[in-house]
């Protein structure tokens, strides 16, 4: 699972603005690949993630997918 800078988003889950860490999976767990439909936006407070379709209306960016 690939990591990148946190920044705060509206969770659902919480009710409030929180850090979300940017993440996707690697395929099979060779580091440099990405796993299609795994990029998402995940809260570090209460682990709920935010995926492309929804992601988008919120007006993030998803740049592997």
């Known amino acids: 699972m690939s990591e990148k800078i946190p920044r705060m988003i509206f969770c659902n889950v919480c009710q409030k603005e929180t850090e979300h860490s940017h993440l996707h ?6 580091e440099g690949t990405h796993m299609s439909g795994s990029e998402r936006y995940q809260c570090v407070e209460c682990a709920n993630a935010i995926y492309k379709e929804e992601g988008e209306k919120k007006g993030l ?4 997918d």
């Open 61 to 64: 960016k998803f740049f592997l």
């Open 25 to 30: 999976d690697s395929v099979h767990g060779l």
